[in-house]
């Protein structure tokens, strides 16, 4: 069974920094498989992507966090993280691990980000 575990929010000034974990379970999980995705959700607003790590290693990330949030993955750990800096308060909503395997979205718990200004 797949399950996601977020960790790692937490209240911070602008200009900080926070990192994110997403601990992952499940023998359908494989890195070298299966790109993982960092999504956040603010309130009133829908949920967007933050940035993506590929099977193959490649990132991708959302044009409001290019050069400050950084993607990496520890494949023996099954570990996925968000390393954020330069923190704006417009960066303040619930983050999200998300993985499509066989066509079925595996979302976590989210975890709170809050940053203020």
């Known amino acids: 069974q797949v399950q996601l575990v977020e960790s790692g929010g937490g209240l911070v000034q602008a200009g900080g920094s926070l990192r994110l974990s997403c601990a992952t379970s499940?023998?359908?999980?494989?890195?070298?498989?299966?790109?993982m995705n960092w999504y956040r959700q603010a309130p009133g607003k829908q949920r967007e992507l933050v940035a993506t790590i590929f099977s193959g290693g490649r990132t991708s990330y959302a044009e409001f966090v290019k050069g400050r949030f950084t993607i990496s993955r520890d494949s023996a750990k099954k570990m996925v993280f968000l390393q954020m800096t330069n923190l704006k308060p417009e960066d303040t909503a619930v983050y999200y691990c998300?993985?499509?395997?066989?066509?079925?979205?595996?979302w976590g718990q989210g975890t709170q980000v809050t940053v203020s200004s």
């Open positions: 499940g023998i359908e999980i494989i890195f070298s498989i299966n790109a």
């Open positions: 998300n993985t499509l395997i066989n066509k079925r979205d595996y």
